[in-house]
Structure formats: C-alpha cells, structure tokens
T-cell receptor, first 113, second 113 residues
Framework: GAGVSQSPSNKVTEKGKDVELRCDPI?????LYWYRQSLGQGLEFLIY????????KSGLPSDRFSAERTGGSVSTLTIQRTQQEDSAVYLC???????????FGSGTRLTVV | GDSVTQMEGPVTLSEEAFLTINCTYT??????LFWYVQYPGEGLQLLLK?????DKGSNKGFEATYRKETTSFHLEKGSVQVSDSAVYFC????????????FGKGTKLSVIP
C-alpha cells in the first residue's frame, strides 16, 4: 500500500480481555517496528522484525505482549489480559531496509477500562 | 544507555514568532539525529535529519544542526505558522547498522493567529 495502515484506529476494551492490533506495512519494506506512546512519555520501542530473521523482542514490557509477522508482511501485536497501564497509542512503522527511514502508521489508541 | 532530552511543553507562540525547541542527547557512539512531527490524529512524520557532526538538516523552513561538542540538535524555525501546530519529537539512532530509534518525550507546539 501507499502507507503503513493500522487497525483499528481506536479500541476500548475491558480489563482482563485480550486485544489484537494489526499493522500492514508498505509493500516491499522488509523491516517492521512496533512502538508504544504513553501519555506524557516518549515513544517506547517494543519489537522489531527484519525479513525472516528472529525478531528483537527486547522491548516487550511483559509476557502478556506478543507479536508475529506472517509472510513477511502483516504484523499482529497481541496483548493478553489487558491492564489499565496498557492504555496507550501503539504505533507501527516500516522501513525498506535496516537503518533506512521509517514510515509510521497513524496508530491504534487503546483504552483499557 | 542512549537517551534524548527535549524541552518540555507545551509551547504556545503567536504566528510569525521564532521557534526553538531544545534537544540534547546521550549516546555511546556517533548517532544519527532526527526530528519527527506528529500532527493531530496522524502518525509521526520525519521532519529532518542529520547523520554526522556539523550537518544541518532542513525542511519546510525548519532547521537543526548536529552539534557534537554540546551533544545537541535544537530545532528552529524563523517564522511559525498556525499549520505548524503539532507535537515534535527529537530522536537518535545509534550507528549505521542500528534500527532502533530512541525518542524524547515530545514537545507540543501551539501557534495562535
């Protein structure tokens, strides 16, 4: 696609429920990143995918968070048993190769009530 | 570890005023430096970048100079417009082969007519 597409744009969920956030990167971009933007905080790195290599999961805040990237394209970020502190904007970005410029999606605003 | 510190907002300016948003960084090597802008309801967009000391990045009337001696990358614009109202993020990426961006907390700019 022309840009990085994320869905849903907004998600309200009850505490304890699981949620899935989707990211469709720019076609041909081999690198994909997830970041979290919490109120009053900067962007926090979560996870990075590059081609068929093992992802860098070092930024995931707990084992309730997981992500996968199917076929080197679409990625899904899953949060299990959501907590109120998970409320944030989750941003996805892709880049042509490692080290080249990022293109960000518009994000998914997650609210846990 | 790497870190980015930028001036806290919000910043409110009148149209045509001069803008400075301070950014300083801590890094172990020779990072590339970036300014991203996030307009309301949109994803982050790369505004400008600089990859080595004394480089000046510029775009849309904004400028920032990579100052290694002061570890700074301050954003400036000579005459702001209402359309510049957004959140501005300073960021760094360590090394040519690195993929992870380290962001500051963002500075919200509001320009009033």
């Amino acid at each position: 696609g022309a840009g990085v597409s994320q869905s849903p744009s907004n998600k309200v969920t009850e505490k304890g429920k699981d949620v899935e956030l989707r990211c469709d990167p720019i076609s041909g971009h081999t690198a994909l990143y997830w970041y979290r933007q919490s109120l009053g905080q900067g962007l926090e790195f979560l996870i990075y995918f590059q081609g068929n290599s093992a992802p860098d999961k070092s930024g995931l805040p707990s084992d309730r968070f997981s992500a996968e990237r199917t076929g080197g394209s679409v990625s899904t970020l899953t949060i299990q048993r959501t907590q109120q502190e998970d409320s944030a904007v989750y941003l996805c970005a892709s880049s042509l190769t490692i080290g080249s410029g990022y293109t960000f999606g518009s994000g998914t605003r997650l609210t846990v009530v | 570890g790497d870190s980015v510190t930028q001036m806290e907002g919000p910043v409110t300016l009148s149209e045509e005023a001069f803008l400075t948003i301070n950014c300083t960084y801590t890094a172990t090597g020779y990072p590339s430096l970036f300014w991203y802008v996030q307009y309301p309801g949109e994803g982050l967009q790369l505004l400008l970048k600089a990859t080595k000391a004394d480089d000046k990045g510029s775009n849309k009337g904004f400028e920032a100079t990579y100052r290694k001696e002061t570890t700074s990358f301050h954003l400036e614009k000579g005459s702001v417009q209402v359309s510049d109202s957004a959140v501005y993020f300073c960021a760094l990426r360590e090394g040519a082969g690195s993929y992870q961006l380290t962001f500051g907390k963002g500075t919200k700019l509001s320009v009033i007519p």
